[in-house]
């Protein structure tokens, strides 16, 4: 990733799916949603695949094991195997091992991929605070995980047993909406204790070390619809990234974005990864991205231009409103400027 603070998106001459040799794809938002692939998803991958690249999804989420994770996505026609999907739940099993023997017992609160990640790295998954766990796991445990659960945590954790988390999403994107994420779940056990648990998923660096461990990946781009997991977790990592505009994250909340949240380049959906990305740059007092241009006014940002790239006016956009927040988070009204770009 370039140093410094970026100002705008970067450009490059090549496919993104050329120029870097492994996708690191978020699922949830990225190529899925509610269980359903994400339009141009399965093509778009596809094609990256046959033309070389390698492809590993990483996702936060603990619920389901790699095993699971693969099968669906087989099932939605993109081809993978289980050593191709890394997990919060591996992460935060990493973790959890370097802190204690071999054998040891882990409260887990949470589903079946949290299990078979502790047991992958020799831990004893147990269900109970009264069962001596030398530490608690906590991740994702789906709609139906029972309120008890969290009541058994936060006994363990106020009798000093270590807490660990597999992430802190607080939401989690759902084929209905937006759904409460295990970030949601762990503030019910810090408010009972008071405690704070080691994290181990995006953004944070055990998922980057365990995603690097796994994937081998040399020139790796992180793409995701995140900004405060997927695109921090690449700034955190001193990687390269593309956001996607098919999940959480929307136009106004990428023109608002500190340094640490912006992406190095972005694109509608998965069809980014297939195309040159288009270079922006400096024109007169604003910024010129193809045939729009975009510019910082006194009280807010303006778009100027036409054609039907309208990913191209978003760009411009972005590198009006990083350059005039510098270290900080725009706050220039871009309302009208987004709705001219349908977005």
């Known amino acids: 990733m370039s140093e410094g603070v970026r100002t705008s998106p970067e450009g490059s001459g090549r496919p993104l799916s050329e120029a870097y040799d492994t996708a690191l794809l978020d699922l949830d ?17 596809e094609a990256a695949r046959s033309g070389g690249m390698h492809l590993a999804y990483v996702t936060n989420n603990a619920l389901r094991t790699p095993d699971a994770v693969a099968g669906h996505l087989t099932e939605l ?27 040891a017992r882990v409260l887990v609160i949470g589903g079946e991929g949290l299990r078979v990640a502790l047991r992958e790295r020799g831990l004893t998954p147990v269900e ?13 445990g789906g709609p139906d995980l029972p309120w008890g659960r969290f009541a058994e945590a936060s006994y363990a954790v106020a009798r000093g047993v270590p807490w660990f988390a597999s992430n802190t999403d607080l939401t989690i994107p759902s084929g209905r909406g937006i759904a409460p994420g295990n970030g949601a779940a762990v503030e019910v056990v810090r408010i009972a204790t ?4 080691q994290v181990a998923g995006k953004p944070l660096p055990p998922m980057h070390k365990e995603t690097i461990i796994r994937t081998g990946a040399k020139r790796p781009l992180v793409v995701g619809d995140r ?3 997927d695109i921090e977790g690449a700034f955190n990592g001193g990687v390269d990234s593309l956001l996607v505009l098919t999940g959480v994250t929307d136009g106004a909340q990428l023109l608002a974005a500190p340094p640490r949240h912006r992406p190095t380049y972005v694109d509608g959906d998965l069809r980014g990864l297939l195309a040159p990305q288009p270079e922006v740059t400096r024109d ?19 778009v100027d231009g036409g054609g039907a790239a309208a990913m191209d006016g ?12 510098g270290d900080g988070a725009c706050e220039l009204d871009g309302g009208k400027a987004l709705a001219r770009l349908g977005l």
Do not use: K, M
């Open 314 to 325: 978003l760009r411009a956009l972005c590198a009006a409103a990083w350059a005039a927040a």
């Open 29 to 45: 938002g990225v190529v899925y949603a509610g269980g359903n692939a994400i339009a141009h998803a399965v093509d778009s991958l």
């Open 128 to 140: 109970s605070a009264d069962d001596d766990p030398v530490a608690v796991v906590q991740g994702y």
């Open 194 to 197: 008071g405690a704070e648990p």
């Open 284 to 302: 007169g007092d604003g910024f010129r991205c193809g045939e729009w241009t975009a510019r910082a006014g006194t009280e807010r940002l303006e």
């Open 227 to 229: 900004l405060d997991t």
């Open 77 to 103: 026609g993109i081809p993978t195997g289980a050593a191709d999907v890394i997990t919060s739940a591996q992460a935060v099993a990493r973790l959890i091992s370097e802190q204690v023997p071999a054998g």
